[in-house]
């Protein structure tokens, strides 16, 4: 399992937000110092989202983006805005290693299937949800302000079959709360698919990274035991109370 240090940008700006609410905002400074910062100390990869694209489909942040990815020398995935082949093709021939759909996977179903097609490999699917009443796991959109009225497993249902890199499933309820994953719902995602499955939300500590690593489950048809390709955090890091190496160490254990 990989380490993802995640870098949030708004207005330019490195921010992080308390459960997707854009009026519980931090700010941490200067993004491309920070990115600089965790491939220094070590990061595997670098999970880089343009929150104000996010909402308004408006790439705004897209130039930091791209200079970014320019400048560590360690493979950058983004998200955030990106609705079209278009924006797919333009990030990954600009230098982006990986690049997220999430508002237009479910608004356009079918661009999931022309992505993957033309860049197998490199494209991942964001499924952020929060639970409902009801227990199930509805998928959010539009930069977490509107519920989808669909659930991770219909959305994992139809890009059954396409060449994804990974899921990136996000809890927004312990997103930015520092209160430990959903250890629960991503079992129930590693159940359901055969694709690589990348956990965001609410690490709080190298121990919760290490319950991550430590997650395995064996598919009730008898495959192989499926266990997760990474785990991104942000706040835990930018806060201290983690560093990149003791999140990197404590990806490790799988026993």
Request: charged share 20%; with cysteine.
């Amino acid at each position: 399992m990989d380490l993802y240090p995640a870098i949030d940008l708004r207005g330019g700006g490195a921010v992080r937000l308390t459960q997707g609410d854009f009026a519980r905002e931090t700010s941490y400074g200067d993004p491309l110092a920070l990115a600089r910062q965790f491939a220094a100390d070590g990061a595997p990869w670098l999970h880089v989202v343009d929150l104000d694209a996010a909402r308004t489909g408006a790439p705004v942040n897209r130039a930091t983006v791209m200079t970014i990815a320019r400048s560590v020398d360690v493979p950058v995935e983004t998200g955030g805005g990106v609705r079209t082949i278009d924006d797919v093709a333009e990030l990954l021939e600009g230098g982006l290693a990986r690049v997220i759909l999430g508002t237009a996977a479910l608004d356009d179903p079918d661009l999931v299937h022309r992505a993957t097609a033309a860049y197998p490999g490199q494209v991942a699917l964001g499924l952020d949800y929060r639970r409902r009443h009801d227990g199930a796991a509805e998928v959010a959109v539009r930069g977490w302000a509107e519920g989808s009225g669909r659930t991770v497993g219909d959305l994992l249902a139809e890009v059954a079959g396409t060449d994804l890199a990974a899921v990136i499933t996000t809890s927004i309820d312990r997103d930015g709360m520092l209160s430990g994953p959903d250890l629960d719902g991503l079992s129930a995602v590693l159940d359901s698919t055969e694709v690589p499955v990348i956990a965001s939300g609410g690490v709080g500590s190298a121990a919760d990274v290490v319950a991550l690593a430590r997650l395995a489950v064996t598919p009730r048809d008898g495959g192989p035991t499926r266990r997760l390709l990474g785990a991104i955090t942000g706040k835990a890091l930018v806060d201290g109370r983690m560093t990149v190496a003791e999140g990197v160490a404590a990806c490790a254990p799988s026993e």
